[in-house]
């Protein structure tokens, strides 16, 4: 008999790279919500990819950076805790973006580990195959990496061969969630997200990171064999309510529309969603606050 290999890899980088892409691609539902803004990923996401010989438990981090306010002192603290006790590292980079200072902060933290990093070369379908050899050299010359594999998780370019050689550094091991668990997050988080990320596409620029998400309810009501969702979007300013709900409700609505499908999915249940919108000035630099909406300090 074969033996059964099972470990958790940490998934580290800049902002906006596709590490909740690369997640959802492997995981093969959405878990992990994905947005072109930067900060999108505030907890940790565990995501769980079982097959008949291995079990890979992914933990997808914020993207380390400076904080600027409570709530990004807690994401740089939840990256690099997600660092201790993991078998292996994937550091994640953009292809499209040059080797920088930011780049350097994230290796500058990982020197002296002795944990096996790999360093992934993402996005690699917007780039022309001679740069990869180029990008490579560069990152050659800072970090004595384990692998450098380049991959496209929109695409799904090559990722098959890195779960493969991913698999290789995993200790041999038991399997720790069912096989058919895709993530330790309960619904409720999840479903916050899906509503949240929904809202960040949608109002851009004009309602940036100080957008939380509060599940008020979720209830199944057998009669109409559906599940009823109740979700408060909190967001910052008064000025930023008009925009989350838009003329006539017109934005809030298509907030809810979007949301519900993927909430649907979710769940494999019709979902009536009802949402409202609350200002909380501030909410991002208290304490209590970030309790509520989900960040909490204890569990890292």
């Known amino acids: 008999m074969s033996e059964f290999k099972s470990g958790f890899i940490s998934i580290i980088g800049r902002p906006n790279v596709g590490k909740s892409t690369f997640l959802n691609r492997v995981i093969g ?68 973006q040059k080797l920088g200072t930011g780049d350097r902060y994230v290796i500058d933290m990982l020197k002296g580990t002795k944990t096996p990093v790999f360093l992934i070369i993402n996005k690699i379908d917007a780039i022309h195959p001679d740069e990869v050899l180029k990008i490579v050299d560069q990152y050659k010359d800072e970090f004595d990496f384990a692998e450098i594999i380049p991959i496209s998780a929109l695409q799904g370019n090559n990722v098959d061969n890195l779960l493969t050689t991913l698999k290789k550094y995993l200790p041999e091991g038991p399997q720790y969630y069912p096989a058919d668990q895709v993530t330790d997050h309960p619904e409720r988080f999840i479903i916050a997200e899906l509503i949240r990320e929904k809202a960040l596409h949608l109002t851009r620029d004009e309602v940036p990171h100080s957008i939380a998400v509060e599940i008020e309810k979720i209830r199944r009501e057998e009669d109409k064999d559906r599940v009823h969702v109740m979700a408060t979007i909190i967001i910052e300013r008064e000025s930023q309510k008009g925009i989350i709900i838009g003329k006539r409700g017109a934005m809030l609505k298509e907030i809810g529309t979007r949301a519900r499908k993927d909430i649907e999915n979710l769940l494999g249940s019709k979902v009536y969603l009802e949402l409202w919108v609350k200002v909380q000035k501030d909410w991002r630099d208290r304490s209590s606050q970030l309790r509520d909406y989900g960040y909490r300090d204890d569990e890292y």
């Open 29 to 96: 539902q959405k878990i992990a919500i994905m947005s072109d803004k930067p900060q999108t990923t505030r907890n940790k996401v565990q995501g769980v990819l079982t097959q008949d010989d291995a079990q890979m438990i992914f933990i997808d981090t914020p993207g380390i950076h400076k904080p600027k306010h409570k709530l990004g002192e807690f994401m740089s603290k939840v990256s690099k805790n997600a660092l201790r006790e993991v078998d292996a590292i994937m550091l994640m980079v953009n292809a499209q």
